[in-house]
Structure formats: structure tokens, C-alpha cells
């Protein structure tokens, strides 16, 4: 059975950074995206950043890029989403999600299978 783990969500003022861990368990797949999504109170849930797996590249909004970086660690089986600069708008739950095929853009989360149970992300102004 698949699982995924999220953690290191917290409170922070605007200008701070957090990083965000996804530990993947129970996944056999030799390819797989895995992405971050975020969903603040009253809005949809919105695409952040995916990677794909085996190295096969990294894609963001626009919204995060050059602030947010995902990355993955491959025997730890774990990923990452290291966040710069936060703002305000940032604040919102930070989900990990999986699906068994590479994408070329964040996409949506009706693309992904797999999900974590969130960790929440409060930026202070």
C-alpha cells in the first residue's frame, strides 16, 4: 500500500523559509511523479511543484518559482520542498501527491493518485 508522509510545515513571518519533507513508502513503480500542492482556506487545491522520477526534471508555478525547490532524495526515498521567501499568500496546507506517470507541468489534482495527509504552512505579515 502506498503512503505518503508529510512534514516540517510551521509558523513563520513573511521573508522566512521552511522545508517540507514527503517520505514515500510502499511505491514499486520504476517511474513516478511526485508533486506538492497547496490549498488555503475557501480556494481550490493548486499545484505548487512536480518532479519526475528518475531524474526527469522539475516544473513549478509560476506563483513559487524561484522561491520554492523540490527536490528528492532517492534513498531516503523522500522529497523535498525547500521555501524561500515566504509571503502571506503563501500560507495554506502543503500536500505530497503521486501519480505513475512523468509529467511536463504541475498539473492538476485530479492527475494524481496518490496523496498525503498535509502539513500546514502559516506565513505572518
Known amino acids: 500500500q502506498v503512503q505518503l508522509v508529510e512534514a516540517g510545515g510551521g509558523s513563520v513571518p513573511a521573508g522566512g523559509s521552511l522545508r517540507l519533507s514527503c517520505v514515500i513508502s510502499?511505491?514499486?513503480?520504476?517511474?513516478?511523479?511526485v508533486a506538492w500542492f497547496r490549498q488555503a482556506a475557501g480556494k481550490p487545491r493548486e499545484g505548487v511543484a512536480t518532479?519526475?522520477?528518475?531524474?526527469?526534471?522539475?516544473f513549478y508555478a509560476a506563483s513559487v518559482k524561484g522561491r520554492f525547490t523540490i527536490s528528492e532524495d532517492y534513498e531516503k526515498d523522500t522529497v523535498y520542498l525547500e521555501m524561500n521567501s515566504l509571503k502571506p499568500e503563501d500560507t495554506a496546507k502543503y500536500f505530497c501527491?503521486?501519480?505513475?506517470?512523468?509529467?511536463?507541468?504541475?498539473?492538476?489534482?485530479?492527475?494524481?493518485?496518490?496523496w498525503g495527509q498535509g502539513t500546514q504552512v502559516t506565513v505572518s505579515s
Open positions: 510502499g511505491y514499486t513503480q520504476s517511474t513516478r511523479s
Open positions: 501527491a503521486a501519480s505513475g506517470s512523468w509529467r511536463y507541468d504541475v498539473g492538476t489534482a485530479t492527475e494524481y493518485t496518490y
Open positions: 518532479t519526475n522520477s528518475p531524474y526527469g526534471g522539475t
